[in-house]
């Protein structure tokens, strides 16, 4: 069972290009988000999906874009890389419910130059 | 919104020394409530949950107790070993399944 996916591990970026980092799950959760993991500043929420077609703004969303075209796969643009978003990006899934863990991908780290 | 309140650390201990990290949150309603712990290189792992009040969870010798009164669900450990060095989480979850992290407290032991 493989869980959280997340590709690329690593990733170096010029300002300015764009990139998406894929994250796909298996376990048929129909909650998926994306975070950011900066020092000091623990984890924000930058997109979230309830369900396939539906997305919804997190606390961090500006320069991301998101889609939910299947349940598994719930893939990060950015359109345009800029230095502030260096940063370790995870994805997280959990079924619907109060009471649910949400299960991590092991993380992108992203450096934008 | 919701809200964490953790100690950053780093928190430095003896092998076998007793371990107590601090969570307080803000958050409406009643919210079901984590602890993750992240090791060097590694995405977040559930460590324990509890969901209603004077619920006490438990997992690897870890425990925290949901305490409606004071908003708080302090973690603590008996006695730790190496392997426990991480950053430890605090998470209150909301209705509509977001998780509000705490900054971390990164915990260090010393053999």
């Known amino acids: 069972n493989a869980g959280v996916t997340q590709t690329p591990k690593f990733q170096v970026l010029k300002t300015g290009q764009s990139m998406t980092l894929q994250c796909a799950q298996d376990?048929?959760?129909?909650?998926m988000s994306w975070y950011r993991q900066d020092p000091g500043m623990g984890l924000r929420l930058i997109h979230y999906?309830?369900?396939?077609?539906?997305?919804d703004q997190g606390e961090v969303p500006n320069g991301y874009n998101v889609s939910r075209s299947t349940t598994e796969d719930f893939p990060l643009r950015l359109l345009s890389a800029a230095p502030s978003q260096t940063s370790v990006y995870f994805c997280?899934?959990?079924?619907?419910?109060?009471?649910?863990?949400?299960?991590f991908g092991n993380g992108t780290r992203l450096t934008v130059t | 919104g919701n809200s964490v309140t953790q100690m950053e650390g780093p928190v430095t201990l003896s092998e076998e020394a007793f371990l107590t990290i601090n969570c307080t949150y803000t958050?409406?309603?009643?919210?079901?409530l984590f602890w993750y712990v992240q090791y060097p290189g590694e995405g977040l792992q559930l460590l324990l949950k509890a969901t209603k009040a004077d619920d006490k969870g438990s997992n690897k010798g870890f425990e925290a107790t949901y305490r409606k009164e004071t908003t708080s669900f302090h973690l603590e450990k008996g006695s730790v070993q190496v392997s426990d060095s991480a950053v430890y989480f605090c998470?209150?979850?909301?209705?509509?399944?977001?998780?509000?992290f705490g900054g971390g407290t990164r915990v260090l032991v010393k053999p």
């Open positions: 999906s309830v369900g396939a077609g539906i997305t």
């Open positions: 998470a209150p979850k909301a209705a509509g399944n977001k998780l509000t």
């Open positions: 376990m048929n959760h129909e909650y």
């Open positions: 958050a409406t309603g009643y919210p079901s």
């Open positions: 997280a899934s959990s079924k619907q419910g109060p009471e649910t863990p949400l299960h």
